[in-house]
C-alpha cells in the first residue's frame, strides 16, 4: 500500500512538473501600440532557431553587437545554440549517431551560439509551415537580446569568442557560457529567448520543437496578430507543427 502512494505521488508530480507554465511578463508581451520588432520562430522538425533583425542584435553594444558585426552582410540573423561538436557538424546523421549519444548523455559539453547572415525575409526563404512570426516590443526585443548575450562566453577584454566558421556557408560559431545534454538541449535555450521577451512557457516540455513552435503561436494569437489560420490553431493548443 505505502508503495502505491508513493507511486501516486510521484505521478502526480510529474504531471504538475509536465504543466507548469512559466508565466509571461505583460510588461514586455505583446507589442502594444509602440513599432514592434518582427522576429521569426524557425523549426526544422527537431531543431529551434530564431530568425532576427541584424540591427536589433547590433542595438546595445557589448559582445553580440561585436560578433554580429563580424558576420558577412545580410539583414536578417538566424541565432541558434547547440552542441559544439554535433551541431556544427553538417555530415549525415547516420554516421554520427555515436556523437549524437555522447551530446546527449554526457552531462557538461561544450556548446556553441551560431549567428548565420542571411539576406532573404524569412517570411520568403522558409516554409509557412517551418515558420512563426512573433511581434516583440522593444523592451522584449531588448529582453531576447539581453539573453543570446548572456549565453556568450568572452575573452579577458570582453570580446566573444569565435570557436568556429563552418566551410561552405557564412554562418559562426561562438564559444557559449552554456552547457549542452539532454537536460539542456536547443529548444530549451530558445524557449528561454521566448520567455526572456515576455511569452509565457512551459519548461518541461520545451524539449521539442513542437512545443516552442507552438508557445510562439499561442503568445502571438493571444496578442492578437497570429498569422491567418494559426491563430485559432493556437487558441486550441492545436497548432499543426511537428514534434
Given at each position: 500500500?505505502?508503495?502505491?502512494?508513493?507511486?501516486?505521488?510521484?505521478?502526480?508530480?510529474?504531471a504538475?512538473?509536465?504543466?507548469?507554465?512559466?508565466?509571461?511578463?505583460?510588461?514586455?508581451?505583446p507589442?502594444?501600440?509602440?513599432?514592434?520588432?518582427?522576429?521569426?520562430?524557425l523549426?526544422?522538425?527537431?531543431h529551434?532557431?530564431?530568425?532576427?533583425?541584424?540591427?536589433?542584435?547590433m542595438?546595445?553594444?557589448g559582445?553580440?553587437?561585436?560578433?554580429?558585426?563580424s558576420?558577412?552582410?545580410?539583414?536578417?540573423?538566424l541565432?541558434?545554440?547547440?552542441?559544439?561538436?554535433?551541431?556544427v557538424?553538417q555530415?549525415?546523421?547516420?554516421g554520427r549517431?555515436?556523437?549524437?549519444a555522447?551530446?546527449?548523455?554526457?552531462?557538461?559539453n561544450?556548446?556553441?551560439?551560431?549567428?548565420?547572415?542571411?539576406?532573404?525575409?524569412?517570411?520568403?526563404?522558409?516554409?509557412?509551415?517551418?515558420r512563426?512570426?512573433?511581434?516583440?516590443?522593444?523592451a522584449?526585443?531588448?529582453?531576447l537580446?539581453?539573453?543570446v548575450?548572456?549565453?556568450?562566453?568572452?575573452?579577458?577584454a570582453?570580446r566573444?569568442i569565435?570557436?568556429?566558421a563552418?566551410?561552405?556557408?557564412?554562418?559562426?560559431?561562438?564559444?557559449?557560457?552554456?552547457?549542452?545534454?539532454?537536460?539542456?538541449?536547443c529548444?530549451?535555450?530558445?524557449a528561454?529567448?521566448l520567455s526572456?521577451?515576455?511569452l509565457?512557457?512551459?519548461p518541461?516540455?520545451?524539449l521539442?520543437?513542437?512545443e516552442?513552435?507552438?508557445?510562439?503561436a499561442?503568445?502571438?494569437?493571444?496578442?492578437?496578430?497570429?498569422?491567418?489560420?494559426?491563430a485559432?490553431?493556437?487558441?486550441?493548443d492545436?497548432?499543426?507543427?511537428?514534434?
Amino acid at each position: 500500500m505505502p508503495g502505491r502512494f508513493l507511486l501516486a505521488a510521484l505521478i502526480g508530480a510529474l504531471a504538475a512538473l509536465w504543466s507548469l507554465t512559466r508565466p509571461g511578463d505583460p510588461a514586455l508581451f505583446p507589442a502594444s501600440q509602440e513599432a514592434g520588432v518582427t522576429v521569426y520562430l524557425l523549426d526544422n522538425g527537431f531543431h529551434t532557431d530564431l530568425a532576427v533583425p541584424r540591427a536589433a542584435l547590433m542595438g546595445g553594444g557589448g559582445a553580440l553587437a561585436e560578433a554580429t558585426a563580424s558576420l558577412a552582410p545580410g539583414d536578417w540573423v538566424l541565432v541558434g545554440w547547440g552542441d559544439a561538436k554535433f551541431y556544427v557538424d553538417q555530415s549525415p546523421v547516420s554516421g554520427r549517431l555515436a556523437d549524437g549519444a555522447r551530446a546527449l548523455f554526457k552531462p557538461g559539453n561544450a556548446a556553441v551560439v551560431m549567428l548565420d547572415p542571411v539576406a532573404t525575409d524569412p517570411a520568403r526563404r522558409f516554409r509557412p509551415e517551418d515558420r512563426q512570426a512573433l511581434t516583440l516590443s522593444q523592451a522584449g526585443m531588448g529582453g531576447l537580446r539581453a539573453r543570446v548575450q548572456a549565453s556568450l562566453a568572452t575573452d579577458a577584454a570582453g570580446r566573444p569568442i569565435l570557436a568556429t566558421a563552418r566551410p561552405g556557408d557564412d554562418a559562426r560559431f561562438f564559444e557559449s557560457r552554456e552547457t549542452f545534454w539532454v537536460g539542456r538541449l536547443c529548444n530549451h535555450w530558445t524557449a528561454e529567448l521566448l520567455s526572456a521577451a515576455g511569452l509565457p512557457i512551459r519548461p518541461w516540455r520545451t524539449l521539442t520543437s513542437g512545443e516552442v513552435m507552438r508557445t510562439a503561436a499561442r503568445g502571438q494569437a493571444e496578442g492578437g496578430q497570429a498569422e491567418g489560420g494559426r491563430a485559432e490553431a493556437a487558441k486550441l493548443d492545436l497548432q499543426p507543427v511537428r514534434d
